[in-house]
């Protein structure tokens, strides 16, 4: 986490070089050296007991320099390889690149390209890398029609510390555009998150990619970001669901044969989280009124706590706070593995945003 650096973007219409290059100059305060020192700590312990189980990690070197990124429309700056799971995705024997609709994720995919491409030669992985997003102009517009689900959701998790946008937003179409953190597998079915990270010109074109092998399913089940705190399968035969935003009585194409297990109950987050986020607001607050972006205005929801790993067959990976999950877990006949994480929302991802299994033995 030596290099750690949060992400800042800007359209070259709405802000100009000196403006962009004091936005970085203020995220980088926007982190304390304690906090990055314990994220290591509890990402190192972990790399520990996986190791104990006989299976190998593999961690990016993280860039020092060079974190500027620039096109002709916008300029991106930031250094962060902790969530590799959001922009890439391992689907049979294809190593894919994700087409992030956020240009400073953009930037992230070229800073770690060198890592994953070795990877992918180690591994006899076969490379498949969707259009580099273009980006012409910012792709979220917003949406305004919420639905009860999501009102449901906000008032759920604010209970347990969650702080919600007011606008929800969706991708323009004018390219594809997603995280791979928007798919999930369940056997032969691919079910791709219709969201303000994937549109369906994305689904499209997985579907084009992996009509031979896959059926890809296309949902707008949840209307924020990612999919891997909503639905995650644990088994060929189970999949965690989150009830706060799927009804119990939900037909989901693709997961019409699956034993579906609803649960919300997650603990509540930290008060040093969220007291530690207020301070990230305000310089994100600064960051806007230089005409800037930055993700430091983020956090993630309670149900991060649901971001779960399924390291082998019948064994899970779960944050140790989470204790009525584990209990849930265990009463489904799964083994469950505690892991301490202690910034999941700081850092915008659980156990399963910042792995990405590449080879499975089992």
Request: proline content about 4%; charged content about 25%; hydrophobic content about 40%.
């Amino acid at each position: 986490m030596e290099s750690y650096k949060p992400y800042v973007w800007a359209w070259k219409g709405e802000s100009d070089q000196a403006a962009f290059t004091e936005a970085v100059r203020l995220s980088e305060k926007a982190i304390s050296r304690e906090v990055i020192e314990e994220i290591e700590e509890d990402m190192t312990s972990f790399e520990r007991q996986l190791h104990s189980l006989g299976i190998e990690v593999l961690r990016p070197n993280y860039n020092s320099g060079g974190i500027f990124y620039r096109n002709e429309y916008f300029y991106a700056a930031g250094c962060d390889s902790y969530n590799v799971r959001d922009l890439h995705a391992v689907i049979g024997n294809k190593l894919v690149f994700a087409a992030p609709p956020c240009p400073s994720r953009v930037a992230e995919n070229w800073f770690t390209r060198e890592f994953f491409v070795g990877i992918s030669k180690k591994y006899k992985l076969e490379l498949l890398e969707a259009p580099s997003p273009v980006l012409a102009k910012n792709p979220l517009i917003e949406v305004s029609e919420v639905e009860n689900l999501v009102l449901n959701e906000s008032i759920k998790g604010a209970e347990l510390g969650g702080v919600y946008e007011k606008v929800w937003h969706k991708l323009t179409e004018d390219e594809p555009l997603f995280d791979a953190a928007n798919i999930t597998r369940t056997n032969d079915c691919l079910l791709f998150l219709i969201s303000k990270t994937g549109n369906r010109r994305a689904a499209n074109w997985l579907e084009q990619e992996f009509s031979d092998e896959y059926r890809v399913v296309a949902t707008d089940v949840y209307r924020s970001s990612h999919i891997d705190s909503t639905i995650l399968p644990l088994s060929e035969s189970k999949v965690l669901v989150n009830s706060s935003r799927v009804p119990q009585n939900s037909l989901i194409e693709g997961l019409e044969e699956k034993d579906l297990i609803f649960f919300d109950d997650v603990a509540s987050i930290p008060l040093s989280e969220l007291e530690f986020n207020k301070t990230r607001r305000n310089i994100a607050s600064e960051i806007s009124k230089l005409g800037c972006h930055t993700n430091l205005s983020e956090m993630s929801s309670p149900w991060a706590g649901m971001n779960v790993l399924v390291i082998k067959e019948g064994l899970v990976a779960v944050e140790s706070r989470q204790i009525t999950l584990i209990s849930l877990l265990e009463s489904h006949g799964f083994d469950v593995l505690p892991v301490r994480y202690r910034h999941p929302y700081t850092m915008l991802g659980g156990l399963h945003c910042s792995t990405l299994d590449i080879v499975r033995f089992d």
